[in-house]
């Protein structure tokens, strides 16, 4: 039987968490704003909006080093220090280079957050508590990120109050979890995997993590500013977002049912094809309030379930004792493309406004569709499914692997 003290342990790191997931759902969102009215140019806006990314990326690489070197405790004092400091810095050095600068740093420190809190929560967890631990760590996430959209509404975003919350919000989570008596969690060994080995054996998982970022990168970062720029009131961009949050909570359960028990990669191409006509029907359908809010739940529930989908597709054909190499490799795929989104994205917005990014993204979503159809007609089907389907961010399938080992 776990102690009260492992008990409070867990509950402050899920606290915390989702109090930094609160912070990330509405800076999100603000920034995207925030950088339309500040009109850097579509080259720059995409780089800033990207550079958040490229640092989570390069984090995602570095930041376990970090942490076990120096500690659980003292690396996520370090890295929510380097979250609040950049955040305090950008409305005192309004320059588009300095933002880029900044939020690759805020990139890099959540990285390293997310990377401590769930290798700390895997290892205080008893395995047989797992599931249930990382189903509330999940539900926390989500509904954080939600409420962190209906912030939207309220906030005044021309001036410097978002970003004192923000910073106000990381701060908080480092007092609660720097606060906290904790053990150092056990290191796990696992076997080295080339880079080049996943894509060959699990392409289509490899090709999906990609268009997964792109398209979710795309979407939460322009489609706030653009609705902007049409003179959208803020509380009307504030539900718009939350909805498409919550479409992607509503997602996981019954999408994840379908790919424990059909093909992955036939669900994979459903998924994205499903993504694809919606967006075309987005561009077409008159942009009355009830289609548009109903698309973005469906818009946000494929896009929520794509990346878990690639996930277990890959593990299914990895042997278990890369389970966490196989992990750390799909998170910096899905890394790139969260790059690449806003980057291609600014650009196509610049010369065909919103609808040419909704059919830029369908057109991805359709090609990754094709190309799953066209893996699953040409490689053989797995002889069973070694992995089951879980409910993921890029930043938690280390824990949920994990996890699944200890059962």
Known sequence: ?????????????????????????????????RVGLEDFGATLSGLVLSSYFAGFTVGALRCERIIGRIGHIRAYAAFAGMVVAATALMPLWQEPLAWLALRAVIGFGCSGLFIATESWLNAKAAP???????????????LALALGQLLIGKADIETA????????LFAVALVLVSTTRAEPPLKTVSAALPFTRLPRAAPIAVAGCVVSGLLSASFYALVPAWMQDEG???ETIALFMLIAVLGGLA????VGR?????????????????????AIVVVNLPHSRPVVLTAAAILGGFMSTLYPVCVANAHDQMPADQVVAVSGQLILTSGVGSVLGPLIGTVVMAHFSIDGLFYFMGAVALLLSCTAMAGRMLALEPEHQERTFEILAPQASPLAHDQIDAL
């Open 161 to 168: 109050g978002p970003f004192n919350g923000i910073a106000v």
């Open 258 to 278: 379908l790919s424990d028990r059909f093909d992955r990669r036939l669900v994979l191409a459903i998924l994205s094809l499903g993504f694809a006509l919606t």
């Open 1 to 33: 039987m776990r102690s009260k003290s492992a008990s409070a342990q867990i509950g402050v790191l899920v606290l915390a968490t989702s109090i930094i997931q609160l912070a990330n759902g509405f800076f999100g969102t603000f920034i995207s704003l």
């Open 128 to 142: 047989t508590e797992r599931g249930r631990i990382f189903s509330i760590y999940m539900l926390g996430t989500f």
């Open 232 to 234: 959208i009131a803020r």
């Open 251 to 254: 997602f996981q359960v019954p």
